[in-house]
């Protein structure tokens, strides 16, 4: 047996031969950690491990930077400039191209419209772990970041108009909709990318992000404590594991969380389509509030039927979710269509014994994809008659579709009888606020889903049974948006700051009003 002394990332290393295992001392201190060391090496050990580089864990990262902690970023997509040359370059393989879309600096929603959502009453399930006064600071924090990075001067809608807003909900109420109007910074999918490359141009020498690499597992001892991870067939060790994986990352992460023991709840599973219209028939609603939840209550099966993701003047573009193809929306600051598109959802929450929402989501994107070798698009009045829609009538219609590449289908061959339903119900209901909304040219694209992660049962500091493994953002199925994703990752960043007695302080009214 021999041994070697060498200092290592400001630990003091001693490295035994026999038996294959080292420890590691920090210099400072009286903390120390246990690594394994491999067949290719020992383990590379850090202070933080952040799982993917979503809104949840650049903004993790964002809080540690000035803290000299040492922190690790690993993503299995690409890094933000290769993103966008990726996503501009029509000859790439469309493969790579629909995998680009949901994996990479930024996340999901680097490419969405950019709407951060400054209100506390959708965008996810923060408000679980903290009161409401607490979450909208926190909001109105991260609010704070985004205009410091890009988007100071991109305008907020939802403050003015109140006298408009109370009319319309009293026009929505007549016709069985509740309007959840909001505060939104649209920030555009064009501006938002530039966001996002300041962000990860700001990051000190201190975080290092490792792109193009899976995280293949988390590493656990035999009593359960979480240590690292395994990425690329290499072990990374640290103190702070935090799991951000991200929507793209949920079954990987919940596969995880079973093996450790994590209890976890199913979420609801919110499926439909997407609708395309001429902006004017929605901008009775637009022009007031940018971004609004319009919520309907069906007669048929009192299900939950919504609308999502509202962008004026946008575009409809495809999803690529593990490899399945859906449909989602877009607007740009400085792009414009002659369109609106928003989502039509149906809320289903599922009781025992099943428990694969995931599951069943993605079996009805398989349909759609089936039948149309991706998205497919119908028009409203085609979908009522029970005929599907061909290329013929796509093009006689008197809406110019903004995704030419969806496949003309009937989608009543993909989406159950309820869910058909509950849509042509919340279709009347719009007719009466935004009227034209039921027009037999409408654009259906289908499907839309949206897949929300199993809950981990968490602490209101957002940390699982474990010490110091914490798990944040969509891929925990805590938040459903880039606002509440970000907050999360600023309230994981502040507690690993405080527990290592580096607290950044209470965000005061100074940090927030920085725009």
Not at 311 to 320: A, D, M
């Amino acid at each position: 047996m021999y041994y070697i002394f060498a200092p290592v990332r400001g630990f003091f290393c001693v490295i035994f031969r026999k038996p294959s295992a080292f420890r590691m001392y920090r210099d400072l201190g009286k903390r120390w950690l246990y690594c394994v060391k491999g067949d290719d090496g020992m383990a590379e050990s850090y202070d933080v491990i952040v799982i993917g580089a979503g809104p949840a864990g650049i903004f993790t990262a964002l809080e540690l930077a000035d803290t000299g902690a040492s922190v690790l970023i690993i993503e299995k997509g690409l890094d933000i400039r290769e993103r966008v040359a990726l996503n501009e370059n029509r000859t790439a393989p469309p493969k790579e191209r629909r995998q680009n879309i949901v994996c990479g600096w930024g996340g999901a929603g680097a490419f969405s419209d950019g709407k951060l959502t400054l209100t506390t009453d959708y965008g996810g399930n923060l408000d679980d772990y903290m009161n409401k006064g607490e979450l909208a600071h926190l909001i109105s924090y991260v609010d704070s970041v985004y205009c410091r990075y890009g988007g100071a001067g991109r305008k907020v809608y939802g403050d003015e108009f109140a006298d408009e807003i109370h009319e319309l909900k009293r026009r929505s109420s007549a016709a069985d909709l509740m309007l959840v109007p909001a505060r939104i910074r649209h920030l555009g999918t064009d501006v938002n990318g530039e966001i996002l490359a300041n962000m990860r141009d700001s990051l000190p020498a201190n975080v290092k992000v490792m792109t193009k690499t899976a995280v293949d597992r988390i590493i656990a001892d035999k009593d359960g404590a979480v240590l690292g991870v395994e990425a690329g067939g290499k072990e990374y060790r640290a103190k702070y594991i935090v799991a951000a994986p991200g929507r793209e990352g949920a079954e990987w992460f919940l596969g995880e969380a079973k093996k450790l023991g994590l209890h976890t709840e199913s979420n609801a599973v919110d499926i439909g389509v997407r609708v395309e219209s001429p902006a004017e028939v929605y901008e009775p609603i637009t022009k007031i509030c940018y971004e609004s939840k319009l919520v309907y209550f069906s007669k048929s099966f009192d299900d939950r039927v919504r609308t999502f993701c509202m962008n004026p003047y946008g575009f409809v573009v495809t999803e690529n979710n593990a490899g399945l193809q859906t449909v989602n929306g877009h607007s740009f600051a400085h792009k414009k269509s002659g369109n609106t598109n928003f989502a039509i959802l149906v809320s289903k929450q599922f009781t025992r014994p099943f428990n694969e929402p995931i599951a069943y989501g993605k079996y009805i994107a398989s349909l759609a994809n089936m039948l149309g070798g991706g998205p497919i698009v119908q028009r409203l009045g085609d979908l009522r008659d029970g005929r599907r829609s061909t290329e013929e009538r796509i093009r006689r219609g008197l809406v110019r579709p903004t995704m030419p590449s969806a496949t003309p289908g009937d989608l009543s061959l993909v989406l159950p009888y309820r869910f058909l339903k509950d849509i042509m119900e919340m279709f009347e209901a719009l007719d009466q606020v935004a009227p034209g909304a039921n027009s037999r040219h409408t654009l259906l694209y289908g499907v839309e889903v949206k897949f929300y992660s199993s809950r981990i049962e968490l602490s209101p500091q957002l940390e699982t049974k474990f010490k110091n493994f914490f798990a944040i953002g969509d891929g925990a199925g805590i938040t459903r948006g880039l606002a509440q994703a970000s907050a999360a990752g600023v309230v994981v960043g502040r507690e690993i700051c405080a527990r290592e007695g580096k607290p950044k302080g209470e965000i005061n009214d100074s940090e927030i009003h920085q725009k």
